[in-house]
């Protein structure tokens, strides 16, 4: 297919609006985001730009002037700013503004919710192949406690009882272990602000998820993580993502190989990178990864769901999602987060 030249386009308007196209655009091959503007520095789609390495400004009247782009996008919301476009952007160059963005605005509502729907989905079923494997792992300790106490009842020398009910504290214990990791999981999206989450912990409880929906015996995890802040985030968004990244990598080396979990802090942005040791992707499989329904599993047996949900959650987030995959070095995704402002 021949490639064709994508429409540039500016954004005015940083806020969910403009945050919400910088999302659906970053996605979408037939579109390059050239600039964005609002007037206020901290708006969220300002930040959201800036690690993605697309142009900012708050002087919005001046990137209309500026051109070098095919389509000014005003969501902005001000009234006053169809006329400040009209007269100020260059010749040749098409807005979109007024009922014309209200419009978009709400079709882009609209595909957003679809996605909500998808991700939440995609959740439940990730939940529910987690079931099947967390109902044997209860048993064993369920047994193991039935067990103990039906001996104390018969057993009259206190140390053997002891000795008994030392067991069946550690199987309530490894009960309560399992409880815990599932609560943080099962967590629905939050209803409100986000929380401050420490992603190695998060990464921590992923891998006991990851046990629970793939075989990871014979699976060596290595953890390189450097101190980073806190961010901002929905722990089940983020635990959803770690899961679906370390099944995936698990999955690619047959159960056998090494996961390497890392964080780091580079300049403003935070980095967490899973690295696999299995087989490479190859390049032209790499444009698809993302897209919704792509999958390299025979006859149904994957739905192609994941990474699409991994990389519209990552959005959601401010953040970005890149691959690196090259022949006999396995492959690394790397998520990008911005530093939450607030401390
Ligand atoms: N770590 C990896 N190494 C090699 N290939 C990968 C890796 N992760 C994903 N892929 C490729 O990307 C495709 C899409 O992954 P995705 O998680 O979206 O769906 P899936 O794993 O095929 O299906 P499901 O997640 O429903 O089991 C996979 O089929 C595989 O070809
Ligand atoms: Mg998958």
Known sequence: MASVEPIKVIILGAGKGGAALIELFTSCAGVKIVGVADNNPNAPGLQQARLLNIPTSTETASLIARGGADLI???TGDPAMTALIADRKPPGVESLSGNAARLVWSLIQDEQELREHLVHTEKLATLGTLAASVAHEVNNPLHWILGFAQLIQEEKKPAVIK???QEIVESVEHLAEIAKSLTMYSQASYQGEPVRVHIPDLLDNAVKMAKFATVLDEVEVVTEYA???EIQADPGDLIQVFVTLLVNGAQAMKGRGRL???????GDAITVSIHDTGPWIPSEHREKLFAPVFTTKPGGTGTGLGLYVVRTLIQKHGGRILVESEEGQGTTFS???PKSDRP
Not at 260 to 266: F, G, N, R
């Open 335 to 337: 998520l990008q987060f």
């Open 260 to 266: 390497t979990l890392a964080t780091l802090v580079k």
């Open 73 to 75: 996008v005003d969501v």
């Open 163 to 165: 000795e008994y009910a």
């Open 227 to 229: 101190p980073i802040p």
